[in-house]
Nanobody
Framework: QVQLVESGGGSVQAGGSLRLSCVVA????????MAWYRQMPGQEREQIAS???????EVADSVKGRFTIARDNDKNAVYLQMDNLKPEDTAVYFC????????WGQGTQVTVAS
């Protein structure tokens, strides 16, 4: 079963930056459209960014201008650069395909202090 491994979370002050990484642990190249999701306390998981196989990104309005998604197909990896973080960005961040085809990983916690 394909495993998703997210990393890079942590605790930062408002205005800080973090870079999240996600490795799709499968043998064959992953050319699916991949996405980052987040789940805030007490809320449902929401999609915040996606990137298709050739690197074209889509970013939700809530994070546009602050978050950047990218991928490295050679490494089967997807990244989320998060700048100018706000307390409301505090959440557990997950990656998956846009259709959610993979088993969800543990996610990585991001905590932004005011």
């Amino acid at each position: 079963q394909v495993q998703l491994v997210e990393s890079g979370g942590g605790s930062v002050q408002a205005g800080g930056s973090l870079r999240l990484s996600c490795v799709v642990a499968e043998v064959r190249p992953n050319l699916r459209t991949m996405a980052w999701y987040r789940q805030m306390p007490g809320q449902e998981r929401e999609q915040i960014a996606s990137v298709n196989w050739d690197g074209h990104p889509e970013v939700a309005d809530s994070v546009k201008g602050r978050f950047t998604i990218a991928r490295d197909n050679d490494k089967n990896a997807v990244y989320l650069q998060m700048d100018n973080l706000k307390p409301e960005d505090t959440a557990v961040y997950f990656c998956n395909s846009l259709s959610g085809v993979y088993k969800w990983g543990q996610g990585t916690q991001v905590t932004v202090a005011s």
